[in-house]
């Protein structure tokens, strides 16, 4: 079908993530929670029954609703969960040590929040692998950090999604990266979601 006119069209642009989107499958946009369904995938000006991780494409939805940028389209049956605290393993690459109440921007995806560090949980001791206590982590140390954000993101354990479950820390005044996080979710599971990233507005 021809692509509508430009006055009626209302698509989402993003890359896939993970899995695999096929017209039809239902979907839902996160933080906000809202359902909607798939009703056309935009290659450019082709249009596709389905996509692809990795795939960079415009998704229309069957319902008027509001997708910000940063926001997420995932599979309605598989989307991660909306967190506002978190727990993670963290690679400290500051040379300023990271300490509890430590203010960061968290960067997962399109989407950029402010955060504090609740606690620091222990630290990796690299010669046998065991977590040993810390109260603050230093330079290439790895870390279990509790983290509080300031606004809600759709995270999952990082063993179940690459993608999903992976984020940066910032320095909030220079915008430099400090440490690089995976997701620890208690009782994660195994397997790779289907799911869609969307990043903004089309």
Known sequence: APRPELRDYRGYAG??????????????????????????????????????EGQSVTVRLT????????????????????????????????????????RVLLKHGAQTVQAIVRAIEGRLDLDDLTTVPADHLEL?????????????????????????????????????TLGAGMVQLAGAGRGEPAAAAASGRG
């Open 15 to 52: 890359r896939i993530a993970s899995g695999t989107v096929r017209v039809g499958d239902p979907v839902v946009v996160l933080p906000s929670g809202r359902h909607s369904r798939v009703a056309g995938i935009d290659l450019g000006e082709r249009s596709l029954e389905e996509a692809v």
């Open 140 to 176: 290439n140390d790895i870390g279990l950090v509790r983290l509080r954000l300031a606004s809600p993101v759709p995270l999952a354990d990082y063993s179940v999604s690459r993608s999903d479950g992976a984020f940066l820390l910032i320095d909030a005044h220079e915008g430099g």
């Open 63 to 102: 319902d008027d609703i509001d997708v910000a940028r940063g926001d997420t389209l995932a599979a309605a049956g598989d989307a991660p969960q909306v967190l506002t605290e978190v727990d993670a393993r963290v690679s400290w690459l500051s040379e300023e040590p990271l300490r509890p109440r430590a």
